[in-house]
Nanobody
Framework: QVQLVESGGGLVQPGGSLRLSCAAS????????MGWYRRAPGKQRELVAV???????NYADFVKGRFIVSRDSANNTVYLQMNRLKPEDTAVYYC???????????????WGQGTQVTVSS
């Protein structure tokens, strides 16, 4: 069994910053990519940022220049540094890990429980 535990969400004023963390643990052989998605009220889940095991990153256009995704591969942890936050960034943020479980060796996508980020004055 694999667990993804997120932390770091909360309430912040427009223009402020937050840092999200997500630690993966459990039945893990290797992790290919880790990243962040979000779902705003009334909208579908969308990609925010992803980082590969080699360190390559991909960002949604709406966060380029404001958010930074990074990874501590030794500890199976991914971070999302969010700067210059806007009210439209308000959403539940979900951690994702595309990994190979040690018990099955079948690649699979795992998700965290989500953490609320609210940007409001």
């Amino acid at each position: 069994q694999v667990q993804l535990v997120e932390s770091g969400g909360g309430l912040v004023q427009p223009g402020g910053s937050l840092r999200l963390s997500c630690a993966a643990s459990g039945d893990i052989f290797s992790i290919n990519a880790m990243g962040w998605y979000r779902r705003a009220p009334g909208k579908q889940r969308e990609l925010v940022a992803v980082i590969s095991d080699g360190g390559s990153t991909n960002y949604a256009d709406f966060v380029k220049g404001r958010f930074i995704v990074s990874r501590d591969s030794a500890n199976n942890t991914v971070y999302l540094q969010m700067n210059r936050l806007k009210p439209e960034d308000t959403a539940v943020y979900y951690c994702n890990a595309h990994l190979i479980p040690a018990s099955s060796w079948i690649p699979y996508d795992y998700w965290g429980q989500g953490t609320q980020v609210t940007v409001s004055s």
